[in-house]
Each structure stands twice: as structure tokens, then as C-alpha cells.
């Protein structure tokens, strides 16, 4: 059973950068060919897309609204996932969650606010 566990979150004033990391276990990123990626749902609204990254030649795309601010990589050897977030804006306050294939994890708070 794969598990993702996420950390990193917190409040940021705008314009302010966090990194956000997605601890996986039960893969071994090495051997795991799929897509990994992060969502974020705001208050009040349903999940939102923020990118993807394929494992099997490490390709990111990301919504238009955050291609320039934000970067996902990962770190295979210590089955991690990451979301550099830059720029922030008060409307990225939001619970992101990372997901490899069809697993997702329990989310982190992403506040924005000055």
C-alpha cells in the first residue's frame, strides 16, 4: 500500500516561496514508471490541478496560472516529492496534496497572508 505523507506547509506573507515535500512509501520511486503530482483544494472549492511530473523522463507540466511560480521535482533515492512554490498569492491559500499514481496524501495548509 502506498502512503504519502506531505510537510512543508504553513503561512506565508505574498510573495513570499515554500517548499512543500511528499514522503512516499510502499514504491520505490526507482521502479515506478507513472505520473506523480500535486493538487490543492481552496476553501470552498473543489480540487485543483497545480502539475504533474513523469517519472519515466522526469517531463513537468503545471497549470498556466503557476508554470512560472511554481517547480515539482523529486528525489528518487529518498522517495520524495517536491513542490517549490514562489511568488505566493493570497489565492494559493489552499490544502495541497500530493499524489503518485492513484494515491494521494492527507494534504498540507498553505496559508498566504500578510
Known amino acids: 500500500e502506498v502512503q504519502l505523507v506531505e510537510s512543508g506547509g504553513g503561512l506565508v506573507q505574498p510573495g513570499g516561496s515554500l517548499r512543500l515535500s511528499c514522503l512516499a512509501s510502499g514504491i520505490a520511486f526507482g521502479h515506478y514508471f507513472g505520473t506523480m503530482g500535486w493538487v490543492r483544494q481552496a476553501p470552498g472549492k473543489g480540487l485543483e490541478w497545480v502539475g504533474s511530473l513523469s517519472n519515466y523522463d522526469g517531463t513537468t507540466t503545471y497549470k498556466d496560472s503557476m508554470k512560472d511560480r511554481f517547480t515539482i521535482s523529486r528525489n528518487s533515492a529518498e522517495n520524495t516529492l517536491y513542490l517549490q512554490m514562489n511568488s505566493l498569492k493570497p489565492d494559493d491559500t489552499a490544502v495541497y496534496y500530493c499524489?503518485?499514481?492513484?494515491?494521494r496524501g492527507q494534504g498540507t495548509q498553505v496559508t498566504v497572508s500578510s
Open positions: 499524489e503518485v499514481g492513484r494515491s
